[in-house]
């Protein structure tokens, strides 16, 4: 991968990780039907120029 393609894309993961895991953590703050709860969740990145579709799939789990 050249290293511009390789920058731009660590670039655009650590944009989804922040905001993914500010996204969890304040609906886990502010759902009142978090606490204890399992929480199916589902981040689907979507390429359109080279029509590739990545599904990650998983459980969070709320506090007790």
Do not use: F
């Given at each position: ?12 993961l ?7 895991s ?41 506090r007790?």
């Amino acid at each position: 991968m050249p290293d511009d393609t390789n920058v731009s894309t660590r670039k655009l993961l650590k944009q989804i990780g922040l905001k993914s895991s500010a996204a969890v953590k304040r609906v886990a703050r502010d759902s009142p039907n978090a606490g204890g709860r399992v929480s199916d969740t589902r981040l689907v990145l979507k390429i359109r120029l080279l029509d590739l579709e990545g599904t990650v799939a998983g459980q969070i789990t709320g506090r007790g």
